[in-house]
């Protein structure tokens, strides 16, 4: 866990600084560089997770788990960093650009709609892997055409663009170390899970996911204590809409089976609930301690009902 922050943090920080060279906007950074880039973990769990067939459900128990994380968890404790910062005042105002709320509002609807309709479905194969992976790259285009900078680096100092190929080795290196630590990770759970009787989906859900989501936990939590809300809100629903559109897609890819989603439907409707709650926030003017703590008491719920809904069976011998 340690070596897989220390390389998402690497990968992070050289994405950045890759991002002020080539001249993308900061809505771009918050939503999809750094929410790619703190993701890293996620896919590399979900890639070295499919490798075994048996281990299909970590996978997609880790990337529904991982954006119940992020929201009831992360954004609950940034939304009470922000407001312990300024004891005068309980609540702050949401103050995020047209632009900024429509990709928060988009992410946030492909997040919710797309798990539900899997659950309707009632399965996932290889062919809905391709069309998810279509609809990450579609909006990554699209996303890329409207908030790509007119001048490209034309304010950039020259030495930082002479170390722009330094910054991608730098981000390679990190991403390296990434999925190096994933693989531990997954190996490390599937054992945990065949030991002590804990079924596959829980451990995806609850260890794995939380693991996995340090990166977005530690960028976003520094944001909030800097008073960048929106870098930090950004980043999570950046996070959600990768999870559920590119690394969801490749674990369904890379999977020879056909996956039965009703096993994960506790999963697919406490993500849909904890989306609606975000989905309101966003209309609020203002953001209170109230909200940060009814989003750290659903996470609570939800490993309680999580571990409670779950049959321990004792491992043999």
């Given at each position: ?21 080539t ?26 997770a ?24 992360v954004?609950?404790v ?12 309980p ?28 659950l ?23 996303l890329a ?51 002590v009787?804990i079924?596959?989906v ?5 260890i ?17 204590r ?47 609930i ?28 939800f ?9 321990i ?5």
């Open positions: 866990m340690l070596l897989l922050v220390i390389g998402s943090e690497v990968t992070i920080r050289n994405s950045v600084k890759i991002s002020d060279v001249g993308f906007g900061k809505t771009t950074i918050g939503f999809i560089l750094v929410g790619f880039a703190t993701s890293l973990p996620e896919l590399s769990v979900s890639v070295f499919v490798a075994n067939p048996e281990s299909i459900g970590v996978s997609i128990g880790n990337v529904l788990g991982s954006n119940i994380v992020n929201i009831a968890l954004l609950g940034c939304i009470l960093i922000i407001v312990l910062r300024r004891p005068r005042y609540s702050f105002l949401l103050t995020l650009a047209k632009e900024e709320v429509g990709n928060l509002h988009f992410g946030l609807f492909i997040a919710s709609i797309i798990p539900l309709a899997l309707y479905i009632g399965y996932a194969s290889r062919f809905i892997g391709v069309i998810l992976v279509g609809i990450f790259i579609f909006y990554m285009i699209q055409r409207a908030n790509k900078t007119k001048e490209a680096g034309a304010e950039v100092p020259v030495n930082e663009r002479r170390r722009l190929r330094g910054y991608a080795l730098l981000a390679l290196a990190g991403a390296s170390i990434v999925i190096a630590t994933a693989f531990f990770i997954v190996d490390s759970s599937s054992f945990i899970a065949e030991s009787g079924p596959r829980v451990i995806g859900a609850t794995v996911a939380f693991g996995t989501s340090i990166p977005e936990f530690a960028t976003s939590v520094s944001s909030a800097k008073g960048h809300f929106d870098l930090a809100l950004g980043n999570i629903v950046g996070s959600g809409f990768i999870n559920i559109t590119l690394i969801l897609g490749v674990a369904l890819m890379a999977s020879p089976l056909t996956v039965n989603i009703a096993a994960f439907s506790n999963l697919v409707m406490f993500s849909l904890i989306n609606l709650f975000l989905w309101y926030f966003l209309g609020s003017e203002r953001i209170s301690w109230r909200e940060g703590v009814l989003l750290l008491s659903l996470y609570a719920v490993l309680v009902i999580t571990f409670g809904g779950s049959t069976t004792p491992p043999s011998g």
